[in-house]
């Protein structure tokens, strides 16, 4: 990014207001981008050898993040092929649902012991599985899984408890599987430009991060009685202990994670409501305060009665020099901000970006990207992490950049320390 910093006529074309000038410097760069599209796009073209045979646990017809899961795997048809599924609670749904989707009959199954079973004993059975059920059942469904020789896909948050991600990673280690987990956010591209901005001192040390996924889309409490989706979210037994800070902050906890990996979590204090009573001891607010090893400081906002606001995630990065703000309804723009000069907008596929944030590029510039492009960018990503783990290819685990079990772990770990400062009445506890 030094280039936009130092070339006056490079800051033309991202300054917001453009002139004529700039929009001649726009279709210049446009131009520039078709030309170098050919190494620089990736158009569904395969990553890897062929794509894996891939089942799912949940995410049926009636399910609020199955279609995400599908769409993130198979945009491209070159990662994932979905061979079989006990998408449902009711078997005869799914097997509806199934037939629907032009799957083989006999590959839907009743429940996940069934599906693991009788896909051991094909040839062609599955080889990798996606767990988009209710919170409580993900860490038995994952050991099963793991233990069936699969390689693991997992919804957020991973497990109740640390001590169970941390015999699941022992057991993944035995069996050399993958587990990967589905922060559905965090593949935008502008996140690695970010990333890679943050780690090229483009904003100098990073001070304050701030981050806030708050909106307000259960401000009625009508749902929590009877929409199917929302009963379990304000259930402990199912939803585990906590209600936004698993459902919702442990995505932008994450995507915090990501874009500065050299920050450290120390201490965290939080304060939590349960704004409908009915909800409690689960909170549907949170505010939640942090202080950084390198004595940076964070704070995060995570909401469901934020009423009136979907404008969901939102993650502003300061730093001694200049500061990046993004939000996920507005994807496809950065904004940088260096102080003393005018706000800048980083526009995603254009080419003054950083490798990083082309490298899953589909679309060019002018058209648009929404949150699907995010699930297959990480779909793509899971695929060559376990085909790098089958092929023994340390180096490109090494170097792959995906929500995987350890950032699942933290996950966890954020929100049991959340609901344990909270629950001493919000007072600082240690991280790790
Ligand atoms: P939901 O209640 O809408 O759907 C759950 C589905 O799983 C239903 O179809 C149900 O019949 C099925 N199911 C439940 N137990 C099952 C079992 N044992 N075997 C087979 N199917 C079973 O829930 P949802 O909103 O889809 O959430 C599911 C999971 O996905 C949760 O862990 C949630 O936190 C997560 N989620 C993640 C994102 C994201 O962006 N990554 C978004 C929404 C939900």
């Known amino acids: 990014m030094d280039t936009i910093n130092k070339d006056k006529s490079n800051l033309l ?23 170098k599209k050919e190494n620089i796009m990736f158009i569904g073209e395969k990553k890897i050898d062929r794509p894996f045979r891939w089942g799912i646990v949940g995410g049926g017809r009636t399910s609020g993040v199955g279609y995400k899961h599908r ?9 994932f092929v979905l061979k079989a599924a006990a998408f449902d609670l009711d078997f005869a749904r799914c097997v509806d649902f199934g037939k629907n989707l032009n799957m083989d009959e006999e590959r839907l199954y009743p429940d996940y012991k069934t599906m693991f079973a009788e896909e051991a004993k094909r040839e ?41 991600g941390e015999e699941i990673k ?13 922060y559905g956010f965090s593949g935008f591209d502008l996140l690695s430009q970010m990333r890679s901005m943050v780690l090229n001192g483009d904003i100098g040390e990073v001070t304050m991060v701030d981050l806030r996924y708050a909106h307000g889309f259960a401000c009625d409490p009508t749902g929590d009685k009877q929409a199917e989706g929302q009963k379990w979210r304000v259930d402990p037994a199912k939803s585990g202990p906590s209600f936004v800070l698993g459902d919702l902050s442990t995505h932008t906890f994450y995507m915090s994670e990501l874009i500065c990996p050299q920050l450290k979590l120390k201490q965290l204090l939080c304060d939590r409501q349960s704004f409908i009573k009915s909800r409690a ?32 995630q939102h993650i502003r990065i300061v730093g001694t020099k200049a500061s990046l703000e993004w939000n996920d309804m507005h994807p496809d723009e950065l904004y940088y901000e260096v102080q003393g000069q005018p706000r800048q907008t980083l526009v995603r596929a254009m080419d003054y970006l950083n490798p990083e944030a082309l490298e899953y590029e589909r679309l060019g510039a002018l058209h648009y990207t929404g ?58 506890v240690d991280f790790k």
Request: hydrophobic content about 40%; proline content about 2%; charged content about 25%.
């Open 124 to 164: 062609d059975g599955i080889e990798a599985v996606d767990i988009a059920t209710p919170n409580f059942q993900h860490f038995e469904v994952c050991k099963a899984a793991l233990e069936a020789g699969l390689h693991v896909i997992c919804e957020k948050p991973l497990f109740f408890k640390v001590e169970e």
């Open 170 to 182: 022992k057991l993944a280690e035995e069996k050399g599987k993958i587990v990967c987990v589905t």
């Open 371 to 428: 949150l699907i492009e995010s699930w297959s960018n990480l779909y793509t990503r899971f695929a060559i992490a376990m085909d790098a783990k089958n092929r023994g290819d340390e180096e490109t685990l090494k170097n792959l950049v995906y929500p995987d079990l350890e950032h699942g772990i933290d996950g966890i770990r954020w929100v049991t320390k959340c609901v344990e400062s909270a629950d001493k009445g919000g007072v600082w």
């Open 281 to 312: 001891p689960l909170e549907d607010n949170a505010y939640v305060l942090m202080r950084y090893e390198n004595g940076a400081v964070g704070r995060m906002w995570a909401s469901a009665v934020n009423a009136g606001d979907m404008s969901s």
């Open 13 to 35: 074309y991202v300054f917001h207001k453009t002139s004529k000038l700039a929009v001649q410097k726009q279709n210049q760069t446009l131009f520039a981008n078709q030309r």
């Open 71 to 79: 769409l993130g795997a198979m945009r491209d048809n070159t990662s």
